[in-house]
């Protein structure tokens, strides 16, 4: 299936503005952003068309992504760099020019990326014309580059998580030279505003709020790969939200890896709360949701206004991780088995059709099975609406990498095992709870399994399967939740 590209023109008429014409390409390329960029993509076109002449059809590009929300909206910005270069975009990895976007946070998202790049360079064997690149959290990992540069010599441009801004620049290298470019920055504080994205969907959309994390969970290795937090201006937000709501987006996506420490370091600091409250305010927006809260800062003020709103989506996902404090603190999370209760209880009773949802890690190191039914005590009494569970891995760097106390994978395996059948059994009492219910839907698709209806994501998060008009994706219409499928509903649309 091909991928429906809707090209944001982005917010900020002001900064925008002085890019309106076409660059001119005699001159030196301008020094200050985004003009930089676009004197880059303007330049790619003319490269691009040229081979596209040369070989006779249309240049695609793909951009496959691997890892979660963030590396998604990353690939719509190089998506829409792509497109405004000349490329078609496809979903296929048989394009003329395939990047993927990795990730790192587990040594399995790792694993099958070089099981792509084995697959891909099959088939570059037959198509000599085809480029590859590589970019994304995987990237910051010097033993990764290393490896790359040994093993994975047809890799033509490897760029990381810091100058994914500089793509349309760096394009232009590889198209200029036949030698593997290579340009990994170890960290950054710049944020650039104002270049071109597609969406997924036409009518929801993910917007970065902040960059990087500052928290240092000892397992993790985001830190590492994506940088120190920055948060981007409140009204650097507002107006690629609002240009959002003019093209027709109703659903809003707030990403950052711990959105409620936004705005902290901002020139006028500004809670993530109020932020919200300022969104709401935008018209044509018609649901926001966000991702990812970690407990420790989770505010009162933040559930007041999720309480009072319309529009804020009643789901919160709220990682838990481990419910044994001895464990937490180990893996420097900076709260306790009793004070994540008391906040979901918190939450609960202030916003009593909220659907919480989590993360948890089986196998830290030092973890034993009397700390998994710890965690397991928490599920029981907190019941997540839904929880991803995941067996630790050592991720090279991290303190918890150098603990000496690492847990075999066997015993590990039995605790993960334990405890998903807890968590599945308290997901599906939870998803029972909203049987016979109508709520509103807002229409993403058809069933990619079964054209005759089409599938809808409830407010907290739920889908739901049910017959109708194709003309009603983007909408938000009322469904009957009929039969409860477990995870999801069989529904008919109310009157
Ligand atoms: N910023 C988010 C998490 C981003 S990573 C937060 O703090 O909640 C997504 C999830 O991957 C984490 O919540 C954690 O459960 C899991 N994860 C991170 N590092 C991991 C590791 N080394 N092994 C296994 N799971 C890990
Ligand atoms: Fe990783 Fe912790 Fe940051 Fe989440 S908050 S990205 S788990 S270090
Ligand atoms: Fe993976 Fe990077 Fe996200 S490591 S989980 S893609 S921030």
């Not at 001159?27 to 003319?46: D, L, T």
Request: charged share 25%; hydrophobic share 35%; aromatic share 8%.
């Amino acid at each position: 299936m091909g991928m429906r590209t809707v090209v944001e023109k982005q917010a900020n008429e002001k900064r925008t503005g002085d890019m309106s014409g076409t660059p001119d390409l005699t001159r030196e390329p301008p020094r200050e952003e985004p003009a930089r960029q676009y004197y880059f993509i303007e330049k790619c076109r003319q490269y691009i068309s040229e081979e596209s002449d040369r070989l006779g059809h249309p240049l695609t590009a793909a951009v496959i992504t691997f890892g979660c929300q963030m590396n998604a909206r990353d690939s719509e910005k190089l998506s829409g760099i792509l497109a405004q270069a000349g490329y078609v975009l496809t979903d296929s990895e048989e394009a003329d020019f395939v990047i993927y976007n990795t990730c790192t946070v587990r040594d399995n998202a790792n694993q099958r990326v070089y099981g792509r790049l084995g697959f891909v360079n099959s088939m570059k064997k037959k198509n000599p014309h085809k480029r590859v690149a590589l970019c994304g959290c995987m990237m910051q990992e010097p033993s990764v580059i290393e490896k790359i540069k040994t093993s994975y010599r047809f890799v033509d441009l490897i760029f990381g998580t810091h100058n994914l801004f500089k793509f349309a620049e760096l394009l232009c290298t590889m198209y200029e030279g036949d030698r593997m470019v290579i340009d990994i920055w170890k960290d950054t504080d710049q944020i650039v505003e104002a270049l071109p994205a597609t969406r997924k969907y036409p009518f929801k959309s993910g917007i970065n709020i902040m960059f990087g994390c500052d928290n240092f969970c000892s397992y993790c290795i985001v830190p590492y790969v994506r940088g120190r937090e920055r948060s981007r201006r409140p009204e650097d937000i507002l107006g690629e939200i609002r240009s959002l709501a003019a093209q027709g987006v109703v659903e809003v996506m707030l990403l950052g890896q711990n959105v409620n420490s936004y705005g902290r370091n901002l020139e006028r600091p500004m809670s993530f709360a109020r932020l919200l409250r300022e969104v709401e305010q935008i018209d044509g927006i018609e649901r926001i949701r966000f991702m990812t809260s970690h407990p420790k800062d989770l505010s009162d003020e933040l559930i007041a206004v999720m309480a009072s709103s319309d529009k804020i989506c009643r789901h919160l996902h709220l990682p838990l991780q481990s419910g044994s404090t001895r464990i937490l603190q180990a893996m420097n999370r900076r709260y306790t088995k009793e004070q994540y209760l008391a906040l979901a209880e918190k939450i609960r009773s202030r916003i009593p059709d909220i659907s919480l949802t989590t993360d948890i890690i089986v196998g830290f190191p030092g973890e034993t099975m009397a700390d998994v039914e710890e965690t397991i005590d928490v599920v029981k009494r907190v019941k997540f609406d839904n929880a991803f569970t995941f067996l630790y891995s050592r991720r090279t760097g991290t303190p918890a990498a150098a603990m000496e106390n690492q847990v075999p994978r066997k015993e590990a395996q039995a605790g993960f095992d334990r405890l998903l059948s807890c968590v599945q059994e308290t997901a599906r009492e939870q998803v029972a709870r909203l049987s016979g219910q109508t709520q509103d839907a807002l229409v993403e698709e058809i069933n990619p399994h079964d054209p005759s209806l089409l599938t809808g994501r409830l407010s907290n998060n739920t889908i739901v399967h049910f017959p109708g008009d194709p003309a009603l994706i983007g909408r938000i219409v009322p469904v009957a939740l009929l039969e409860n499928h477990g995870f999801y509903f069989i529904g008919r649309m109310a009157k």
